[in-house]
């Protein structure tokens, strides 16, 4: 039996505010495949989909998949249907599934898919039980097809950060891309394990001791000198200054 949405208070954020700024430079750029592309055009839409999706952090070769990007640029599928492919990709939970609780992954996956915050905790908890029951799929599902997502973005339109710079403020919310892709939980983990995440960490492994160190110095002062000894010798042979 599939569970309802748990229902949550929609507060009041930025992009739920209409705005009548003329549109500039500060603007998030849209993609959209609504005008016909060309091939380079629609390589810049794909690879906004990736950032949007893995961020600035995982965008590596390894984690593109060429058949779904074969279906969009062939008219398969659309914009929409490559997002949830990536969403349910194997690149994806890995790095971002499997090293997050729940409550973080939905956050996560709501600004990178809805483009905003989330509302509240009650918010955070509605999603995390749509995941909990409805695993990856389903929780996927939701977003892609929910109201929201389909009025603004569509079909066609990669999903960006709403309204994140407002005329009236000096500055504007933080990209979502600050945000680090695991929780505290994942982190304690890793330090749990021998891993040191100090600001004032030396690193010092690998690295020889200080009288070794020491004795490479002179050695190369050594060869250094005797290097250049052998160079004036053959510099003054050749005028016949001394014999070699």
Not at 36 to 53: N, P
Not at 97 to 115: D, K
Not at 179 to 208: E, Q, W
């Amino acid at each position: 039996m599939t569970l309802p949405l748990l229902s949550y208070p929609t507060s009041s954020q930025n992009q739920r505010v209409k705005g009548f700024e003329i549109p500039g430079d500060e603007q998030p750029r849209i993609f959209s495949t609504t005008l016909l592309l060309d091939a380079q055009e629609l390589e810049t839409l794909i690879l906004a989909a990736y950032r949007r999706i893995f961020n600035e952090q995982q965008l590596l070769a390894c984690h593109r998949d060429r058949f779904l990007e074969s279906q969009l640029r062939s008219s398969q599928i659309s914009v929409r249907e490559f997002i949830r492919g990536l969403l349910l990709s194997e690149s994806f939970r890995r790095l971002n599934y499997e090293c997050s609780n729940n409550y973080r992954f939905v956050e996560m996956c709501v600004q990178r898919v809805l483009g905003r915050q989330v509302y509240d905790q009650r918010e955070t908890l509605a999603w995390s039980i749509v995941l909990a029951t409805e695993g990856i799929q389903g929780f996927v599902d939701g977003l892609l097809d929910s109201d929201e997502y389909m009025e603004t973005f569509g079909e066609d339109i990669v999903p960006y950060q709403r309204r994140r710079i407002l005329p009236q403020q000096s500055m504007g919310e933080l990209p979502f891309e600050r945000m680090p892709r695991y929780g505290n939980d994942h982190l304690d983990t890793l330090k749990a394990l021998g891993n040191d995440f100090s600001g004032d960490r030396v690193i010092s492994d690998g690295l020889p001791s200080e009288g070794i160190q020491k004795l490479g110095a002179v050695i190369t002062i050594a060869g250094a000198v005797v290097l250049t000894s052998g160079v004036v010798a053959v510099i003054l042979s050749w005028f016949g200054w001394i014999k070699i």
